[in-house]
């Protein structure tokens, strides 16, 4: 791991659909996607609570979808790039 990434830094999947997408999970140095900065959206849920916090509310995050041949970097400057070939 880059001094700048953690274990627990983002999610990226797979959907079922064909595309990708990223979920950066609260870390301190970003996720980038070509250079932009991740900021995953947190969208409430029906009794007004959303999963910003630690308390254990819940809530839905929206992820950002990856295109083929993104170059995605879990870290700050210096921290490797990955291209996403699926």
């Not at 880059?2 to 595309?19: D, E, I, K, V, Y």
């Not at 839905?60 to 210096?78: D, E, K, T």
């Amino acid at each position: 791991l880059h001094a700048t990434s953690s274990r627990r830094h983002a999610l990226l999947f797979h959907h079922p659909n064909g595309s990708c997408y990223v979920v950066d999970c609260g870390s301190a140095h970003g996720t980038f996607i070509n250079g932009e900065r991740v900021k995953s959206a947190v969208v409430a849920n029906s009794n007004g609570a959303s999963n910003a916090g630690s308390n254990g509310a819940s809530g839905m995050v929206i992820p950002h979808r990856v295109r083929r041949g993104a170059l995605l970097r879990f870290g700050g400057p210096g921290a490797p790039c990955f291209i996403l070939k699926s």
